[in-house]
T-cell receptor
Framework: NAGVTQNPKFQVLKTGQSMTLQCAQD?????MYWYRQDPGMGLRLIYY???????DKGEVPNGYNVSRLNKREFSLRLESAAPSQTSVYFC????????????FGSGTRLTVV | KNQVEQSPQSLIILEGKNCTLQ??????????LRWYKQDTGRGPVSLTI?????NTKSNGRYTATLDADTKQSSLHITASQLSDSASYIC???FGEGQGNLIFGKGTKLSVKP
């Protein structure tokens, strides 16, 4: 049982380049989330999908887009990367929005130069 | 303003010793508080979830306490092991449906031999 799988694990981009971070879960969870983690700060929510077919902005959505491809997959896209988007990105899933048990992926470390 | 504050920021202890990590929150209404362990280079993993009616909950060598009156929680680690070296993050849900989470900045624990 893999849980939440993220790809890639590491990525270096040049300013202005685009990329998509992939996330998939195999727990039949309804809700999925994208967070970023920066030094000295708590995790911050970028976007979430409460259920298949819906997406909503979180605390820091600017510069990002998401797609809930199906119940299993939730991708995060950077259309034009900026150095301020250098961060570690975590995908998470939960049975539903109010469920206590979040499962996190192992993260994608992104550097924008 | 909803906030989660953790102390200390970092802590170094010798293997076998006990330690206590603190979390103060100003979230209202309050329903539950979660402690996560995050190993270096990994995603957070849930240790325990405390509902407002619970005072103490144990998970092996980890014991969490909650005082909903003073809005404080602590995580006590007994007989520490090298594998306890990690960041410990306090998380509190807030908002309508309690589907939003506030993450503390974490306490970085280093256990030395």
């Amino acid at each position: 049982n893999a849980g939440v799988t993220q790809n890639p694990k590491f990525q270096v981009l040049k300013t202005g380049q685009s990329m998509t971070l992939q996330c998939a879960q195999d727990m039949n969870h309804n809700s999925m989330y994208w967070y970023r983690q920066d030094p000295g700060m708590g995790l911050r929510l970028i976007y979430y999908s409460a259920s298949e077919g819906t997406t909503d902005k979180g605390e820091v959505p600017n510069g990002y887009n998401v797609s809930r491809l199906n119940k299993r997959e939730f991708s995060l896209r950077l259309e034009s990367a900026a150095p301020s988007q250098t961060s570690v990105y975590f995908c998470a899933s939960a049975l539903d929005r109010a469920n206590y048990g979040y499962t996190f992926g192992s993260g994608t470390r992104l550097t924008v130069v | 303003k909803n906030q989660v504050e953790q102390s200390p920021q970092s802590l170094i202890i010798l293997e076998g010793k006990n330690c206590t990590l603190q979390c103060n929150y100003t979230v209202s209404p309050f329903s539950n508080l979660r402690w996560y362990k995050q190993d270096t280079g990994r995603g957070p993993v849930s240790l325990t979830i405390m509902t407002f009616s619970e005072n103490t909950k144990s998970n092996g060598r980890y014991t969490a306490t909650l005082d909903a009156d003073t809005k404080q929680s602590s995580l006590h680690i007994t007989a520490s092991q090298l594998s306890d070296s990690a960041s410990y993050i306090c998380v509190v849900p807030f908002g309508e449906g309690q589907g939003n989470l506030i993450f503390g900045k974490g306490t970085k624990l280093s256990v030395k031999p």
